[in-house]
């Protein structure tokens, strides 16, 4: 186990990611394995920040999505399901679906998604490898 993840160590998990190299669970494995516990996810920019037990990385902006009005609960949980595409696409679907942002805490295992509404939604991490 890594320490303490460099920047450029950390670029090279989320290029790995965001192109679909790795699957969502290598990239969780990747992340524990480095000592990231949890990770927050601006949606609207997609600006992470990745927190260990002794340090804390921030993301450059990625994006410049509109966040839906409204939640819409199904189109949510239909993202969520679908959590195998790239990155940026599962974060323009959940735009559009009025998540504002999420944080995914590693060790428990679970995701809470916030919508523009302030409601949240807590889902467990789809760990599963699932073929493309």
Known sequence: MNDKLT???LDEIIERRSTGKTSF???L???SDSAITQYVIDVAT???TYKGTDSELKTKPQVD???SNQLNRNQTLQAIENIT???LDFLREIADAGITSYNV???EKKAIYVAINGEQIEEPL???HRNK
Do not use: R
């Open 7 to 9: 920047e450029k160590e």
């Open 25 to 27: 669970a290598e990239f």
């Open 29 to 31: 494995k990747e992340l």
């Open 46 to 48: 997609g600006v992470a």
């Open 65 to 67: 999505f509109v966040i």
């Open 85 to 87: 595409i790239p990155f």
């Open 105 to 107: 805490n590693i060790v």
């Open 126 to 128: 789809q760990l599963q």
